[in-house]
Every structure is written in structure tokens, then in C-alpha cells.
């Protein structure tokens, strides 16, 4: 291939080195000149590219190393054969107009087309072709030269598939878009732009950006500097500054909020600005409730309070009355059955011999009532200052405490029975007073409901856990039905109402409430004929936590 390229350049050499009336001329020249036509047809052979000559008859009279590799075709299989072979069918007609602007000693560049492989292949070239002139000036044929540029047509189609997937992106998202060159002129506009400028992209496009988006202050209505000027002049990310109010084309208003960037080239140069932008109506409304809630939970704070401090005059004025009524009872309910319970001594005294069984037992009974009913109006008064009396919290030794118990009430200390303490127990924070009560009414009664004749056995302990500590007493009773567990603690409940036990059905109810006022629980765990396990919860001492 490279020799026939050659012997052609070296054969036109030859021909124009004789003058028109036959004498030799440059014959000295001619080693000079075939060094110089081996050396461009060196270059020719070896460029990438596929040079080709033709005559103007459209046949192919060389062929280079680059068009057999983009073409498929050696230079044997082509030489002496019309270019055609090599255009499809659908592009056959370019030909003749190419020949036809040759002969005119015209120039085609850099021609895009398609072109087809020995394979049957198509390939995307770009041709430029160049008149062949013999010394005389005489064009004579054409020369060719074909670049594959189907890379360059893949990148253009992917950079078309980016560059679409881009503008309908930016047509598909909820928020205003518009992007501008270096000089600030728009360059494109989404739908949502469009709407809130009022200008479509074809009547927007090459404007500048202040001449479609105008901008005021809401409050002062002056003018707001475009954003996209300050990103031009500093090449920043900028915001909207709040109440920002976009006047569209036909005079509409649009609270927005927005930010400009700078959209930058490979190069790092400024290229342009894209502007984001967002109808804020619905914010700002939404800004406008929220600040409309704010008011309304500020002014129903001050009705509370006014409603607060207004109930807790009538609150405690209700105590002072209570109090008053506490009073009453202590002195004016008590003090008739305290002259009942006189009366039915003296009685018992007097004239007990004068009575049968049947008068002594109903003055016993009596005598026994006034006491019972002094007894639940004792309770009653307990109860009602647990829930409103001073309370001072503070550490309390267990230990002393059980001991104090067990020394100061007598019912406990005169029974028979056997109670133990499983010590060292766990100190608690409490009011000294209300836990004696709590402590004694609960050994109280697990001393008390026990079978008759039967010996109480108590087994008292302590449990830590984390910051709390539980407090159980354990007894060997009569325990308590499954169908009072539920409101045991409740005022005027009884495990045994029927049973013959004393009590007023108050002792668990002030349990219960003195407990609660220093920060704790209670709870029972019991089982009728086996005995009941009750526990009451308090935060540990800090020194045991």
C-alpha cells in the first residue's frame, strides 16, 4: 500500500519534469524530489486518519494505512474501484455533489456523514476534501481525508442525554429555577419560573435577569438588590433576605424565598448563575398562625393563671373550712360520745346488779359503739391531715425507726407476736411522723388478723433498687380476699368485715396517702388462709443511693 502511494507521488514527479516542447528539464533535481515524495508519503502512510485519493471520476487511485483500519478494506481491494463502494445507500447522492464542487476547485470541510465498512458497518466520519491540481493548474482529482469521529458523536450524545436529563429535571421539581451566562442574561427557565415571573423561556431567553425578576422589600416596598448580581461580582452562594416579594410580568405578587450560586466551568471560571426560588405563601401563612398560636397559648397562660391563683384562694379557703370542720368534729361530735361512754359506766357501776344478762350485754354494746365510733372519727381527723399537714423530708434510719415502733405502741408490744427483722435496713427519705404511722398501722394489723388462738408471726426486711428501696412486711394471716385486693386502700374498706375484727376500714386508706405525699407506693401481695405481704416504696437516703 505504502509503495503504491509512493510510485503514484514519484510518477507525477516525473511528468512534470519535462517542458511543453519535450526538453528535460530539473533533471539534476530528481534524487532531491524522490526523497522528498518518499518522505510525504511516509507521512501520509502513517497518519491515523484515512487519506484517499480519487479522480474525478469518483475511483480511488490511493489508499492509506489509516483508511483499511477505519475502512476494513486494503489497498488492493480499493484501488481502481469507485469511492461508493464506501457510502450507504441512504447517502449516496452526496457523492456527485462533492465531485461536483471539486471540479469547481472548491473545498469541503470538515463534512460530517456517515460512511460504511467492508463489514457492512456504518461509521461516523468527518470528511474534508481538497482539489488535485497537476502543474498546469488543472484539477485532475481529489484528495480525501476522512476522521472517525464516532467517539466524538458518542460523547455528544451522552453530553445531549445529560444536558436533556437536566432540563427535565429541573422542568419536573416543585421550585422556581432560572439560570443566567457570566453576564447575567437568562439562559433558561422551568415551568414553575415561568409562572411566577409571568414570562415564558422564549421571552425571557438572552434578557437580563433584573428585566423578568423584580424584586421589593414587602415592608418598604424598595426596590431588593438581584442576587444574581452580587454572585456575578463575588462569586458567593447568596440568599433572599426575609419578606422578599417577587412582582410578576402581569403585576401579580409572590412572598418567595430564594438562594443564587455561581455555576462554575472544569476550569474553575465563572460561567453563569442558577437562581432557586420557592412561592413562600404558604410559609409565611403558616409563620403568620404560628405566630397567631403563640399569642393565643400567651393569653390562655395569663387566663390559667388568673384561673389558678383564683382557685387557689377558693382552695384555700376550702382547707381553712375543713380545718374548721376538722375542729367541729374533734370537739363537738366527740365530746357527746365521750359523755355516752361516761353514762354507760356510771350505768355499769350503779346499776349493773339490777340488770339481767340481756341489759348489761346491750350496754356493753353500747358502751363498745360510742368507742368504735370515737375510734373512726380519730381515724377520720388522721386521714385528713395526712393529705394537708407539714411535711419535712429527710433521711430516716429504718432501723431506729422499727425500734421506736415496737416500743411506743402498745398493741404491738403486748401481743404475743413473734416479729423479726432481717437487718441492716436500708435508709429512706420521709417525714418521721408520717412513716410511724405507716409502719405501725401496717404491724398493727398483721399482728391483728391472724386465726384465733393462733401466734402472729411478722418478718420485716428491706430491698435496694437503684435510687429506691422497698419496705415489706410479711405476715402468716388470714390474708385477704382476691376480690377486695383492688381497693383495699381505698377509706372504709375491710378485709373481714364480717369476721369479727375490729377496725374502721381507714387504717390502709392513711397508709396509703401518707406514703404518697413523701413521694412513694404501696402495694400489697396476699392470698386468703396464708397471710399477705406488704410493701411500701421510697427513694433511698443519698448516703445508700
Keep these: 500500500m505504502g509503495n503504491s502511494l509512493k510510485q503514484g507521488l514519484t510518477a507525477a514527479k516525473s511528468e512534470t519534469a519535462f517542458a511543453q516542447d519535450g526538453r528535460e528539464l530539473m533533471q539534476p533535481q530528481f534524487p532531491k524530489a524522490e526523497a522528498g515524495a518518499s518522505f510525504l508519503a511516509a507521512i501520509v502512510d502513517s497518519s491515523d486518519d484515512a487519506i484517499v485519493s480519487k479522480d474525478l471520476n469518483g475511483v480511488i487511485t490511493s489508499w492509506n494505512r489509516g483508511a483499511e483500519r477505519i475502512f476494513g478494506y486494503n489497498s488492493a481491494e480499493v484501488i481502481g474501484r469507485p469511492v461508493t463502494i464506501l457510502i ?10 462533492i465531485l461536483e464542487r471539486i471540479r469547481r476547485g472548491e473545498r469541503v470541510d470538515h463534512y460530517e456523514t456517515v460512511r460504511r465498512r467492508k463489514n457492512g458497518s456504518e461509521v461516523d466520519v468527518s470528511l474534508t476534501v481538497s482539489p488535485i491540481k497537476d502543474l498546469r493548474g488543472k484539477i485532475i482529482g481529489a484528495s480525501k481525508i476522512a476522521r472517525d469521529i464516532t467517539e466524538k458523536r458518542r460523547a455528544e450524545e451522552r453530553l445531549r442525554q445529560s444536558e436533556e436529563r437536566f432540563r427535565v429535571t429541573l422542568a419536573s421539581i416543585g421550585d422556581a429555577v432560572i439560570a443566567t451566562d457570566n453576564q447575567g442574561r437568562v439562559t433558561f427557565l422551568n415551568p414553575v419560573a415561568e409562572e411566577l415571573t409571568g414570562w415564558n423561556h422564549q421571552q425571557a431567553l438572552g434578557l437580563r435577569l433584573d428585566e423578568i425578576f423584580k424584586i421589593v422589600n414587602e415592608l418598604t416596598r424598595r426596590p431588593v438588590e438581584n442576587p444574581v448580581g452580587r454572585v456575578l461580582r463575588d462569586g458567593i452562594v447568596v440568599g433572599l433576605a426575609n419578606h422578599t416579594i417577587l412582582i410578576s410580568k402581569d403585576g401579580k405578587e409572590w412572598p418567595i424565598d430564594d438562594s443564587a450560586a455561581p455555576i462554575r466551568g472544569l476550569n474553575g471560571v465563572l460561567a453563569g448563575v442558577v437562581l432557586v426560588f420557592r412561592d413562600a405563601t404558604k410559609q409565611r401563612m403558616a409563620e403568620s398562625n404560628a405566630q397567631k398560636l403563640v399569642q393565643l397559648r400567651e393569653e390562655q397562660a395569663r387566663n390559667l393563671e388568673v384561673m389558678v391563683s383564683e382557685r387557689t384562694a377558693q382552695l384555700q379557703q376550702t382547707v381553712l373550712d375543713l380545718e374548721a370542720f376538722s375542729s367541729t368534729i374533734s370537739h363537738d361530735l366527740r365530746s357527746p360520745l365521750r359523755a355516752m361512754q361516761g353514762f354507760a359506766q356510771a350505768i355499769a357501776e350503779d346499776y349493773g346488779d339490777k340488770l339481767d344478762p340481756l341489759g348489761r350485754d346491750y350496754l356493753e354494746r353500747i358502751s363498745n359503739s360510742a368507742m368504735l365510733l370515737d375510734h373512726l372519727i380519730r381515724e377520720l381527723l388522721t386521714f385528713s391531715r395526712a393529705g394537708r399537714s407539714e411535711l419535712s423530708i429527710e433521711p430516716i434510719d429504718l432501723n431506729k425507726l422499727l425500734d421506736e415502733v415496737l416500743v411506743t405502741y402498745p398493741d404491738i408490744q403486748g401481743s404475743s407476736a ?16 408520717s412513716l410511724v404511722q405507716v409502719v405501725s398501722n401496717l404491724l398493727s394489723n398483721a399482728v391483728k388478723f391472724v386465726d384465733r388462738g393462733e401466734k402472729a408471726k411478722v418478718r420485716v426486711w ?9 419496705l415489706f412486711i410479711e405476715d402468716h394471716g388470714i390474708g385477704i380476699p382476691e376480690s377486695l385486693l383492688s ?8 378485709g373481714h368485715p364480717q369476721s369479727g375484727y375490729e377496725g374502721t376500714g381507714m387504717g390502709l386508706a392513711i397508709v396509703r396517702k401518707a406514703v404518697e405525699r413523701m413521694n412513694g407506693t404501696v402495694g400489697v401481695r396476699s392470698r386468703e388462709g396464708t397471710g399477705s405481704t406488704f410493701w411500701i416504696e421510697l427513694p433511698a437516703a443519698p448516703n445508700d443511693v
Design 487 to 494: 381497693k383495699i386502700f381505698d377509706p372504709f374498706q375491710r
Design 418 to 433: 413473734e416479729i423479726t427483722i432481717k437487718g441492716p435496713l436500708h435508709p429512706v427519705l420521709g417525714g418521721h411522723a
Design 462 to 470: 428491706t430491698e435496694k433498687h437503684d435510687s429506691k428501696v422497698q
Design 88 to 97: 450507504p445507500p441512504d447517502h449516496i447522492d452526496e457523492e456527485p455533489k
